[in-house]
C-alpha cells in the first residue's frame, strides 16, 4: 500500500549543510592559520589549539548535561568559533585566559540563546570583547613575529596601538604611519593576533568563500567601501590627525572581521539590502571608535552593536515571500 507523505517546504534540497557550511569556512581559514603558525611559532599553535578544544567540549557538555540534547559538536560551528576566537587573540594569551573566553563564546553568546541559529551576537566576537573587558593587559600585550623556531619574541605596538599613543600624546601621526610599509600589512610582519598577520592569506580564503557560495560580497564590500570614503574624507581634512584608507583596510582585523566574521550566517542579515546598511554601520561605527574612542581598533565593537540591530533590518528588508507580489 503506498503511503501519501505530506510535509511543509521546502521539497527541493540541495547537498548544502551546516556541516558542509561550517567545513568550508575551516578550509578557507586555513591559509592564514597556517600563516600564523609559521611567523608565530609554536605558541599561536597552542592558542588555537586550546581555543578549539574548549570550544568543542563546552558545547558538548552544555548540550548533553544542562540541555539534555543530542550533541551538535559535528556540524563544526563550535571548530568555526573556536579558530575564529584563536584568531582574534596574541599569542601570548594564557591558557586558562583562552578557557575563559570560550566559556563566554559558547557558554553565554551561544549556548544561552538555544544554540546555532538562535544566538543574537557572534561567539567568537563576543568571547573577545569579554576577554578584552576583563583582561586587557593580556590582550593588549602583542609580540612582533619571530618565526617558527625563532628567537625570543620582541613587544611591539601594532599600527593602531601605535596610532591611538600618539594621538593621546598629542603628537602628529603622519610620520608614524609612513614608518609602516603596506607590503608587510598584506603579507606578514607587524604585530597583532594571528587575524592581522597576513590579509592576503584571508583574502585568498574569503575567495575561496565566494566562489563556493558560502557568502555574498555585499556585507563585506559595505564595509570596505565606507571605510574606505569616511577615513578619505577625514584624512583629507587633516591628514596630521587621520590615517589613510590605505591604513584603515589593512589593520585592526578589518579584513578578518568583514571576511570571516561580520558575514555570519545567525547574525547578519539575510537580504542584500539589509546587508549593504549594516556593513555601513559596522565601517562607519568602526572609524568613529578608532578616530575617537578610547579603543583603537574598534571591529569587534561595531559589529556586535550592528549584531543587535540584524532582527530590526530583517523586518525592514525582509525579502518577498514565494508567490507574492
Not at 549556548?111 to 569579554?130: E, T
Not at 603628537?171 to 610582519?189: K, T
Amino acid at each position: 500500500m503506498n503511503k501519501l507523505i505530506v510535509s511543509p517546504s521546502p521539497h527541493i534540497h540541495t547537498g548544502v549543510s551546516t556541516t558542509s557550511l561550517m567545513r568550508d569556512v575551516v578550509i578557507a581559514l586555513l591559509p592564514a592559520v597556517i600563516v600564523s603558525v609559521i611567523f608565530y611559532g609554536l605558541g599561536e599553535l597552542l592558542v588555537l589549539a586550546v581555543s578549539v578544544l574548549s570550544c568543542i567540549l563546552l558545547e558538548w557538555a552544555i548540550t548533553k548535561y544542562m540541555l539534555k540534547k543530542p550533541s551538535t559538536i559535528c556540524d563544526m560551528s563550535a571548530v568555526v568559533t573556536g579558530l575564529l576566537l584563536a584568531m582574534n587573540l596574541p599569542y601570548t594569551t594564557p591558557w586558562w585566559v583562552i578557557v575563559l573566553g570560550a566559556v563566554f563564546a559558547i557558554g553565554v553568546a551561544k549556548m544561552s540563546f538555544g544554540g546555532l541559529g538562535q544566538n543574537l551576537f557572534n561567539p567568537a566576537i563576543a568571547g573577545r570583547v569579554f576577554l578584552l573587558v576583563s583582561f586587557p593587559t593580556y590582550m593588549t600585550t602583542w609580540k612582533m613575529p619571530q618565526g617558527l623556531f625563532g628567537a625570543d619574541a620582541i613587544s611591539g605596538a601594532t599600527p593602531l596601538g601605535a596610532i591611538n599613543e600618539a594621538v593621546l600624546q598629542h603628537q602628529s601621526i603622519s610620520s608614524i604611519v609612513s614608518s609602516y610599509d603596506y607590503g608587510s600589512m598584506l603579507f606578514a610582519g607587524i604585530g597583532g593576533s594571528a587575524g592581522e598577520i597576513s590579509a592576503i592569506a584571508l583574502l585568498a580564503g574569503f575567495v575561496y568563500l565566494l566562489v563556493r557560495k558560502v557568502v555574498k560580497p555585499w556585507t563585506t564590500l559595505s564595509i570596505w567601501g565606507t571605510v574606505a570614503l569616511v577615513s578619505l574624507l577625514f584624512w583629507i581634512g587633516n591628514p596630521d590627525r587621520f590615517t589613510d584608507p590605505v591604513f584603515n583596510l589593512l589593520t585592526g582585523g578589518m579584513i578578518l572581521g568583514a571576511c570571516f566574521m561580520a558575514t555570519d550566517y545567525v547574525t547578519s542579515p539575510m537580504s542584500a539590502k539589509g546587508c549593504v546598511i549594516y556593513g555601513i554601520g559596522i565601517g562607519f561605527i568602526t572609524l568613529m571608535i578608532r578616530y575617537f574612542g578610547s579603543y583603537p581598533e574598534g571591529m569587534s565593537f561595531a559589529i556586535l552593536i550592528m549584531n543587535a540591530t540584524v532582527p530590526l533590518l530583517n523586518r525592514w528588508f525582509h525579502q518577498k515571500k514565494y508567490g507574492r507580489a
